[in-house]
């Protein structure tokens, strides 16, 4: 083998002496009679004559046998094995690659796919069992049922404002005028009349539950800011956050 490789760098250097002898004429040839100014062109011209010589010879000759030394042709042939081989492992490795992250895309596709699953027969046996309450048919009976627990609810809100209204006023009046404040020389009344504090949260929760979109009640002359400063305290009342004016219930519901 060692005796090959020598053989084969010898025929390689003789070619490429041959090489550089057939460049060096071209680039030699015509050049006494070129002129200054398109010597640049003309020697393009001449180098690309050369090359289509070369490309039209390249194409007309039969390929040959680098040598005939046995030893060579082998290590020719274990080079350009190894090389096939090479190449075959890192396309190897690059398939293993891409099946890996397929295998991982797939597990989570699958996973996906169950926890789908679960959820149709999930809400298929919700629907199962709301079903037959569904198809009830809505009887007499049940109808007074119902009106019974309406009306129930009714009288208990009814009760609990009254409470709440009697809490308020017993506990938070409207504050009183004082007598600094009459003027024996006018009788005329206050422009504003302050609104109670049950009042303001009757206002709210109205509010609130008609339309539960937009809560918030601007505030007039008519809140007195001490009650309001009071609900703000206890967290019973929000503040607009761009708005100081607007007043909203804290929804105690949700």
């Avoid at 009288?155 to 409207?174: N, R, V």
Wanted: aromatic share 6%.
């Amino acid at each position: 083998p060692v005796d090959g490789k020598e053989g084969l760098l010898e025929e390689c250097e003789s070619i490429w002496k041959q090489l550089e002898e057939s460049q060096s004429k071209l680039m030699l040839l015509g050049a006494d009679t070129l002129l200054q100014s398109d010597a640049k062109l003309s020697l393009l011209t001449l180098r690309f004559k050369a090359l289509r010589v070369d490309y039209r010879q390249w194409q007309a000759r039969n390929p040959e046998i680098i040598s005939a030394n046995p030893d060579v042709l082998l290590e020719l042939g274990k080079e350009e094995l190894q090389k096939v081989k090479n190449d075959l492992e890192m396309v190897l490795s690059a398939v293993r690659s891409k099946n890996k992250q397929l295998d991982e895309d797939l597990k989570r596709e699958q996973q996906w796919c169950e926890e789908q699953e679960q959820m149709v027969d999930s809400i298929i046996k919700t629907e199962e069992e709301t079903k037959p309450q569904v198809e009830q048919p809505f009887t007499k009976s049940r109808f007074d049922e119902v009106k019974n627990k309406i009306m129930k609810l009714e009288t208990y809100k009814k009760e609990l404002l009254s409470a709440l209204g009697e809490f308020l006023d017993e506990h938070f009046p409207l504050p009183e005028k004082g007598e600094n404040t009459e003027n024996k020389n006018s009788s005329a009344e206050p422009a504003v009349k302050l609104v109670t504090i049950h009042e303001v949260l009757e206002i709210l929760i109205n509010k609130l539950v008609t339309t539960p979109h937009q809560p918030y009640v601007t505030m007039n002359e008519s809140f007195w800011p001490p009650y309001i400063e009071l609900l703000l305290r206890y967290g019973v009342v929000l503040r607009h956050p761009e708005d100081p004016q607007r007043l909203r219930l804290e929804a105690f519901h949700k």
